[in-house]
């Protein structure tokens, strides 16, 4: 039973009853007093860019590559490259409901203000949710440890024009949905594809 009612998360303080009215179909919006935190820790991945300072996922490389410096002109496209790299599930699409969720999930994660995302990223996934956009995350694969890896990838693939997603019943290319929404595809700034 699709609900109506907008829920109005606080990122840390979301009780088990909201997450089910978010699963249900219930509108979202992220309260904003944690913004001030998100710009802060964005703030705080560009001074490490600019004191030039080593950090890993913001401008190195992974795993056995961490020791490699990545030039600044690349670092969009490391972000993009670490993405789709992980965009690797099979298989059948995770219901939509549960789709909906991980995304507020992420969303109330980065919206606390500890990953280095810019308030782009929080407004982008946000707005997702508001238009109806629902990507196509596949139900089963993983990488490492780590079992939220696959579907997260396939999640901010769309976020970047690459990809499914299902809006208004219609599956369509995710570039082409976004289009359809009003927006454009996010070019992903350092260690935004990390978070």
């Given at each position: 039973?699709?609900?109506?009612?907008?829920?109005?998360?606080?990122?840390?303080?979301?009780?088990?009853?909201?997450?089910?009215?978010?699963?249900?179909?219930?509108?979202?919006?992220?309260?904003?007093?944690?913004?001030?935190?998100?710009?802060?820790?964005?703030?705080?991945?560009?001074?490490?860019?600019?004191?030039?300072?080593?950090?890993?996922?913001?401008?190195?490389?992974?795993?056995?590559?961490?020791?490699t410096r990545i030039d600044v002109d690349d670092l969009a496209r490391l972000q993009r490259n670490i993405v789709l790299?992980?965009?690797?599930?099979?298989?059948?699409?995770?219901?939509?409901?549960?789709?909906?969720?991980?995304?507020?999930?992420?969303?109330?994660?980065?919206?606390?203000?500890?990953?280095?995302?810019?308030?782009?990223?929080?407004?982008?996934?946000?707005?997702?949710?508001?238009?109806?956009?629902?990507?196509?995350?596949?139900?089963?694969?993983?990488?490492?440890?780590?079992?939220?890896?696959?579907?997260?990838?396939?999640?901010?693939?769309?976020?970047?024009?690459?990809?499914?997603?299902?809006?208004?019943?219609?599956?369509?290319?995710?570039?082409?949905?976004?289009?359809?929404?009003?927006?454009?595809?996010?070019?992903?700034?350092?260690?935004?594809?990390?978070?």
């Amino acid at each position: 039973m699709k609900s109506t009612t907008l829920k109005q998360l606080k990122p840390g303080k979301v009780s088990l009853a909201d997450w089910r009215h978010v699963y249900c179909g219930s509108p979202v919006a992220i309260e904003r007093s944690g913004m001030d935190a998100v710009e802060e820790s964005a703030r705080a991945v560009s001074r490490i860019i600019e004191s030039g300072a080593a950090v890993y996922g913001i401008n190195t490389g992974f795993g056995k590559l961490a020791s490699t410096r990545i030039d600044v002109d690349d670092l969009a496209r490391l972000q993009r490259n670490i993405v789709l790299s992980h965009a690797a599930g099979t298989g059948e699409p995770m219901p939509e409901n549960v789709v909906r969720l991980m995304i507020a999930l992420k969303l109330c994660s980065l919206a606390q203000g500890y990953s280095g995302v810019r308030p782009l990223v929080v407004d982008f996934l946000e707005t997702m949710l508001a238009r109806g956009l629902t990507p196509l995350v596949p139900a089963q694969g993983s990488v490492g440890a780590s079992g939220d890896l696959a579907p997260l990838a396939h999640m901010t693939a769309t976020m970047i024009g690459v990809g499914e997603i299902v809006a208004k019943g219609a599956r369509m290319p995710a570039a082409e949905a976004l289009k359809q929404a009003g927006l454009a595809p996010l070019t992903l700034g350092p260690k935004e594809g990390l978070a």
